[in-house]
């Protein structure tokens, strides 16, 4: 079946630091999305994309659409220790009108204070 | 406030016994959707509806049982026949359409002693 690949697996950084992961697929997807969970806790959605090379912000988080439409990138400015949790990419298969979303792994985040 | 409420948050069963988990949402979606998380792993998608008195399986349906007899509610059985049921189990709900993503519930925790 389809997958989404997500790196880096986990990342263990410093607070303030710029923090970059991204998500690709062997096949084209129409919406990217990006989900952040914390320990013990649903999935909250972060940023929605739309439209190749769309490029959406929400606070110090930055998500773009992939021109080829295989991937997508979410970039963290100036991390604080309340970043830490697993972010996950998702989307919906093509033609899918049921929106079974498909998920990544999760990049797991640490912020050292 | 609007919401998925998801319970028990923590579930401890003995292996051979069924257990079910309540999913309520008052956001009026349309469509649930059932998912199990293991560690280190994404989301899988178990079972979902888009209609009350209709559900589909997902990718890993087997040893589950779900029912839809109202839009708010859509509670999951893992029945005996799940070999490996203990894993972290969410809930979600969307509108249907473009741009109605998903919104998750906090979750349950299953445990089979």
């Known amino acids: 079946g389809q997958q989404l690949n997500q790196s880096p697996q986990s990342m263990f950084i410093q607070e303030g630091e710029d923090v970059s992961m991204n998500c690709t697929s062997s096949s084209i997807f129409n919406t990217w999305l990006w989900y952040k969970q914390e320990p013990g806790e649903g999935p909250v959605l972060l940023i929605a994309?739309?439209?190749?090379?769309e490029l959406t912000s929400n606070g110090r988080l930055t998500a773009q659409f992939g021109i080829t439409r295989k991937d997508s990138f979410l970039n963290i400015s100036a991390s604080i220790p309340s970043d830490v949790g697993i972010y996950f990419c998702?989307?919906?298969?093509?033609?899918?009108?049921?929106?079974?979303?498909?998920f990544g792994s999760g990049t797991r985040l640490l912020v050292r204070p | 406030d609007g919401g998925i409420t998801q319970s028990p948050k923590y579930l401890f069963r003995k292996e051979g016994q069924n257990v079910t988990l309540s999913c309520e949402q008052n956001l009026n979606h349309d469509a649930m959707y059932w998912y199990r998380q293991d560690p280190g792993q994404g989301l899988r998608l178990i079972y979902y509806?888009?209609?009350?008195?209709?559900?589909q399986k997902g990718d890993i349906a087997e040893g589950y049982s779900v029912s839809r007899e109202k839009k708010e509610s859509f509670p999951l059985t893992v029945t005996s026949a799940q070999k490996n049921p203990t894993a972290f189990y969410l809930c979600?709900?969307?509108?249907?359409?473009?741009?109605?993503?998903?919104?998750f519930g906090e979750g349950s925790r299953l445990t089979v002693l």
């Open positions: 994309l739309y439209k190749a090379g």
């Open positions: 509806s888009q209609i009350v008195n209709d559900f």
């Open positions: 979600a709900s969307r509108n249907r359409g473009r741009g109605g993503e998903l919104f």
């Open positions: 998702a989307g919906p298969p093509p033609g899918d009108s049921s929106y079974k979303l498909i």
